[in-house]
T-cell receptor, first 114, second 113 residues
């Protein structure tokens, strides 16, 4: 039982490049989340998916897109990376998107955009 | 709407000192809260849950007590250890929809010998 896994662990991009961050969970959770963590800002929600095939915007969705084609996977895309997207990205999952449900986090992806 | 305000850090304590990290949560509905901990280089993990009904959550020596007069769930530990050095986040339940409120800004704790 690996929990929540993220790939890659580290990534360096040049401005304008695109990439996809991958997240997988093996807990059969219905809901998944993408956050970014910046110094002094805590965690900010980018997008979430309440269930397979559905996605919704979080607090800071601009410049990102997501895909939840399979229940166990949640992909975060950057179409044209900008230096402002330099951050640590965390994926999380929970049994449901509402109510008193604990979120389980992956180890994070550290992204640097030059 | 709901709002959460977390004590700013960093907090530096000596080993065996008493810890309090403040988190004020103004809830329009049923007040309840998670406390998560992030150790260096890792993702967040659940430390404890606290609900008004139970008044207090606890785990690994940490407790979060609901204080009605201030609508707050403060995280406390009677005697901290160096291994408790981490960033602590409070977070209300995630309700989705129009409520995008998730995590407090985090409080960094450093425990020294």
């Amino acid at each position: 039982n690996a929990g929540v896994t993220q790939t890659p662990k580290f990534q360096v991009l040049k401005t304008g490049q695109s990439m996809t961050l991958q997240c997988a969970q093996d807990m059969n959770h219905n809901s998944m989340y993408w956050y970014r963590q910046d110094p002094g800002m805590g965690l900010r929600l980018i997008y979430y998916s309440a269930s397979e095939g559905t996605t919704d915007k979080g607090e800071v969705p601009d410049g990102y897109n997501v895909s939840r084609l399979k229940k166990q996977n949640f992909l975060l895309g950057l179409e044209s990376a900008a230096p402002s997207q330099t951050s640590v990205y965390f994926c999380a999952s929970s049994y449901e998107a509402s109510g008193f449900n604990e979120q389980f986090f992956g180890p994070g992806t550290r992204l640097t955009v030059l | 709407g709901d709002s959460v305000t977390q004590m700013e850090g960093p907090v530096t304590l000596s080993e065996e000192a008493f810890l309090t990290i403040n988190c004020t949560y103004t809830a329009t509905g049923y007040p309840s809260l998670f406390w998560y901990v992030q150790y260096p280089g890792e993702g967040l993990q659940l430390l404890l849950k606290a609900t008004k009904a139970d008044d207090k959550g606890s785990n690994k020596g940490f407790e979060a007590t609901y204080r009605k007069e201030t609508t707050s769930f403060h995280l406390e530990k009677g005697s901290v250890q160096v291994s408790d050095s981490a960033v602590y986040f409070c977070a209300p339940p995630f309700w989705g929809g129009g409520n995008k409120l998730t995590f407090g800004t985090g409080t960094q704790l450093k425990v020294e010998l």
